[in-house]
């Protein structure tokens, strides 16, 4: 087919969870609020036992609520707001002094923080670099679009293993504020692109319901990576017309 442009999927896609589970995800971010909440003591904002307790309470009950209103709304709320609305709330309730002092750049840090955890467990597929190169040069344009509530932990991934530069865009949910399936963050990229009047002859690679469901209503090509693991509540892609491939490399033998 006549290529101009390729979008990629990062998770499962491009790069894979080593081990995935439920219980490795958690644990996870386990590791991450409690590096989170030493900044915040470090800082002074979190002095006591029973405001640690209560921040990690809340924390995880408005990060849950928030992750749920995402995948209805398609809305994203990043991390970093999540960490600012917690402190606010218990701003409130005269749980912690104010916050004059804090800034959205230190929201931002405790974000980091949070999902730096990740960055040791996403691992590039092994022939993720190779066709990445390969589609350079045949100089098509190249982006990533990621439903991701921090765009930096993206970025950094990226930057660890030496791929961040074979990208000409990387769009995130968290940067973009709508996630996929929406079909404004499929034209949002293009048009980053430079390839907003060329849909038709752009792909869409991922694994998942979302990015083709996104991709046919931004009417880009589709083409669903049909990966090992299977995840609880996925949902039947039901749109015509996409093509299915067992390994990322597949996508070289499907561009003229």
Not at 15 to 31: A, L, M, N, R
Not at 146 to 158: C, F, G, Q, R, V
Request: glycine share 2%; hydrophobic share 40%; aromatic share 12%.
């Amino acid at each position: 087919m006549k290529v101009k442009g390729v979008i990629f999927d990062f998770g499962f896609t491009l790069f894979y969870f080593d081990e995935p589970s439920i219980d490795k995800y958690f644990e996870c971010f386990k590791t991450g609020l409690l590096s989170s909440i030493d900044l915040l003591k470090k800082h002074k904002v979190l002095k006591e036992k029973i405001a640690i307790e209560d921040f990690i309470k809340i924390f995880n009950r408005k990060r849950a609520s928030s992750f749920k209103k995402s995948i209805k709304t398609k809305l994203e709320i990043p991390t970093s707001q999540i960490f600012q609305n917690v402190l606010d709330i218990m701003v409130d309730k005269n749980t912690i002094n104010d916050l004059v002092e804090l800034n959205d750049e230190f929201y931002m840090e405790l974000a980091n923080i949070y999902h730096s955890c990740e960055e040791d467990e996403w691992i590039p597929f092994e022939n993720t670099r190779d066709t990445l190169e390969k589609l350079v040069l045949k100089n098509l344009k190249i982006a990533l679009i990621s439903n991701h509530p921090n765009h930096k932990t993206i970025e950094n991934m990226l930057k660890k293993h030496e791929l961040l530069q074979l990208f000409d865009v990387v769009v995130t949910s968290a940067k973009f504020g709508k996630r996929k399936p929406d079909p404004n963050i499929f034209f949002y990229t293009l048009k980053k692109m430079g390839l907003e009047s060329h849909a038709n002859s752009v792909i869409m690679c991922g694994d998942e319901y979302v990015d083709i469901i996104g991709a046919y209503r931004a009417n880009l090509k589709a083409i669903l990576l049909d990966r090992i693991y299977k995840f609880p509540f996925e949902k039947d892609i039901d749109v015509p017309n996409y093509i299915k491939v067992k390994d990322v490399s597949d996508i070289l033998n499907l561009i003229d």
